[in-house]
């Protein structure tokens, strides 16, 4: 008998601004009840439709540098002139009920992630096309064009970190790159290195057993087929 370990999955998931990840985390946690998002904390001010505790815990940059002398984050990193941030106490509470816990964070953090805990699972969401990656960037119509070809160099550095991470699954369609996704996380839970425990019985014991199994004993066997005869 095998026991898997009761700790959560740690997942991170990176990619270029643009590549899809929000999308793609959003529908398999309509999938998967036990996967449970971290909400990251940023400096930058609020896109429209963005929510407070759901999309981003949005702090002032004199607050968020005072929370990083708190040890209030996993792990942090300046992208694009603002901070972002994982608050870790909640990570590690969800994680010990056993519940995997998904991070939707920059290169740089992911990094430091693994340093940190190099067991984790990292996924790299890519877009199709360089093309089709600049076409997403400037679709979102929030961002000038200068800032939106600072993005996209940016992303186009970020692409070339794809060796770094153990998967990466390209977003051509949100459809197909939720089943990969999802395919990936419950391969990882069959993983030789998360079982915790492997209970073996006595092998002289089975054969014993085996034995004196009634069901098994070819003399019965042979008798009820001469009696059917």
Known sequence: MIRQKKQGQLIVVS????????????????RDENIWLSVSATSRKPRKGEV?????????EKEFKKKIKENYFL????????????????????????????????????KKIKEIAPETLFIFIMPPS???????????????KDKIIKRFNIAYQEMNEVT???YV?????????????EAIIKAEKCRVDRIEEMLVANKEELIHEFLMDEEFDNSRISEKIGEEV
């Open 52 to 60: 407070e505790g759901v999309n981003y815990f949005f702090l002032e």
């Open 164 to 166: 770094k991470y153990n």
């Open 75 to 110: 792990e942090y990193a300046k992208y694009a002139d603002n901070y972002y941030g994982t608050p870790k106490e909640e990570i590690i509470k969800k994680l010990d009920k056993g519940i995997d816990v998904i991070l939707v964070i920059e290169i740089e953090g992911a």
């Open 130 to 144: 360089e093309k089709e990656l600049l076409k997403r960037l400037s679709n979102r119509k929030t961002e000038d």
């Open 15 to 30: 990619g270029p601004s643009g590549a899809g990840k929000d999308t793609i985390v959003s529908e398999l946690l309509k």
């Open 169 to 181: 699954v390209v977003n051509d369609k949100i459809e197909n790159a939720v089943d990969k996704m």
